[in-house]
C-alpha cells in the first residue's frame, strides 16, 4: 500500500517538486510507475534500464522523467556515474608499475655497465623492470678486459650477456674492444657520451650544456671546475644523479641502448 496517490497530479513534469534521482546500479528493486511490473536492475543502456521480476521476465524502461518507485515514492532512475578510471602508475622508466612486486630468483642472464655511475643510473631509471623480469646489473670498472670477462661468463642460449659501453663511436678504443665479442648470445651497445654523466640532460641540470674537456684533463675533474662546482667527483655524482627522476630526464642515446639490453636478455631462447 502507498501513501496517497501517487499519480495524483501532474508528477511526470521533472521541475515539479523535488523528485530524487537514484542511480540505476544493479540489484536495485524498482516497480514501473506507468505499467506496475516490478523488478530488480540487471542491465544499463544509454537510454534504458532492464529491470527483470521475481519470475525471471524482463522489460526494458527508458530512463523517463519521474517514471519509476522505489519503497513506494517516485524517483527518477539515471544512469550510474561511470567509475574513475585511474591511470596506471609508472615506472622511472616509464612502464606501467608491477604492484605487489615479490622478489623471484635472478635469471642467468646479466647486464654489465662500465662503472658504478652507469650502474647507479640505470638501477634508478629501470631498477623496477630489472626487478620484475629478474635481472642483475653488474659494473666491470672498465671494458679493456671485455673479451675475456665474456669467456669467462660463458654465454649460452639460456644465459645472455648484455653489455653497456661508454664512448661506443666509430673509431674509438672502446669500439675495437666490442668488435672482438662475436657470441650470438652477447649483444655489446653503446652511447656517444664520454662518461655516463652527460647522458643527463643538461636542463635537469640547470647548466647551458656539458662543457668540453681538453684532451689530457681527467673528464670528471674538468666538468666540475668548468661548471664552477667546488667538489669532488663523488659529491658532484651525487648532485647529477639526485636531479634525476625519470626516463624523460636521460638523452635518448642512452634510453634506446637500455631498452634494448632490457628485451635482449630477456628474450625467450
Given amino acids: 500500500m502507498y501513501e496517497g496517490d501517487v499519480l495524483a497530479g501532474n508528477w511526470r513534469r521533472p521541475g515539479k517538486g523535488k523528485i ?13 510507475a506507468e505499467s506496475g511490473f516490478c523488478g530488480a536492475v540487471v542491465a544499463c543502456g ?51 608499475a608491477v604492484e605487489g612486486l615479490r622478489a623471484k630468483v635472478a635469471k642467468e642472464s646479466r647486464i654489465y655497465v662500465e662503472g658504478v655511475h652507469d650502474a647507479a643510473l640505470v638501477e634508478k ?8 623480469e629478474g635481472v642483475v646489473v653488474e659494473y666491470l670498472e672498465g671494458v679493456d678486459d671485455l673479451p675475456a670477462i665474456v669467456a669467462e661468463f660463458g654465454p649460452s642460449p639460456e644465459r645472455r650477456l648484455g653489455v653497456l659501453v661508454d664512448h661506443l663511436v666509430p673509431g674509438s678504443k672502446e669500439s675495437r674492444i666490442a668488435a672482438q665479442v662475436t657470441s650470438p648470445h652477447v649483444l655489446v651497445v653503446g652511447h656517444p657520451y664520454v662518461d655516463i654523466w652527460q647522458a643527463v640532460k643538461p636542463s635537469v641540470l640547470r647548466i647551458p650544456a656539458w662543457p668540453d674537456v681538453p684532451r689530457g684533463v681527467p673528464w670528471k675533474e674538468g666538468v666540475i671546475a668548468a661548471l664552477g ?23 635518448p642515446e642512452l634510453l634506446g641502448r637500455v631498452e634494448e639490453l632490457i628485451d635482449f636478455v630477456t628474450e625467450a631462447p
Fill in 20 to 32: 530524487p534521482q537514484v542511480p540505476a546500479e544493479l540489484d536495485l528493486v524498482v516497480e514501473d
Fill in 46 to 96: 544509454k537510454e534504458a534500464v532492464t529491470l527483470e521480476d521475481r519470475f525471471g521476465k524482463r522489460r526494458l524502461f527508458p530512463f523517463a522523467p519521474a517514471a519509476f518507485l522505489l519503497d513506494g515514492k517516485v524517483v527518477t532512475l539515471v544512469r550510474p556515474a561511470a567509475p574513475a578510471v585511474s591511470n596506471p602508475r609508472r615506472s622511472a622508466s616509464g612502464s606501467i
Fill in 125 to 132: 631509471i629501470w631498477g623496477h623492470d630489472l626487478r620484475v
Fill in 229 to 251: 662546482w667546488r667538489m669532488e667527483p663523488a659529491d658532484a655524482w651525487r648532485r647529477i644523479l639526485g636531479a634525476v627522476s625519470a626516463f624523460t630526464d636521460l638523452e
